[in-house]
């Protein structure tokens, strides 16, 4: 059962949205041998602090989140329907919603078979956290910034954000 009482900002620290267990830094040994797949556990992230009122306040998540946590519909039938047909690709975690997909490539499908992302609400926290990504990047380009949202958040629009702000630099 979900608290619906709390509306504190959460405040999502580790990079991989897959680990809901704990928000502590991996403290291992970095003398080890390390993957590429490991190497994006200790990307540092932007803080971003998301509350139930901002998914709330946003066009994009507020049917999914009126859905998810009090299993009500909007009363739109083109807005119910896509609703329904994509609730089982989100999850709510600790009042954060996350949308569940699965790896269309072969070889990522071997490594990880399905991608959780943090959906992020409200066009100026979207704004932000592209700019300051295309910053921690070293002002990267439309595609490397891209490649690294898109496995870690989702909304509308991040490819368009994803294009402008490195156009803009």
């Keep these: 059962s979900i608290n619906n009482s709390t509306a504190e900002p959460i405040t999502p620290t580790t990079a991989d949205s897959n680990n809901t267990d704990s928000a502590e830094p991996d403290n291992t ?4 041998d390390s993957s590429p797949a490991d190497s994006s556990t200790n990307f540092i992230e932007p803080e971003l602090s998301i509350s139930l009122e901002d998914y709330l306040a946003d066009d994009e998540f507020r049917n999914m989140i009126n859905y998810k946590l009090y299993n009500r519909l909007s009363n739109d039938d083109k807005a119910d329907r896509k609703t329904l047909l994509t609730s089982d690709s989100y999850l709510l975690i600790d009042n954060l ?4 997909t699965d790896v269309r490539n072969r070889r990522q499908q071997a490594v990880k078979p399905t991608l959780t992302r943090l959906c992020v609400p409200t066009k100026e926290k979207q704004l932000n ?5 295309h910053h921690i990047l070293n002002h990267a380009s439309y595609d490397n910034l891209l490649a690294t949202l898109k496995t870690r958040y989702a909304f509308e629009k991040l490819a368009y954000l994803a294009y402008s702000i490195p156009k803009t630099c």
Excluded: A
């Design 97 to 100: 919603l996350y949308k569940v």
């Design 129 to 133: 956290l592209v700019i300051k990504f």
């Design 29 to 32: 040994d970095s003398n080890n």
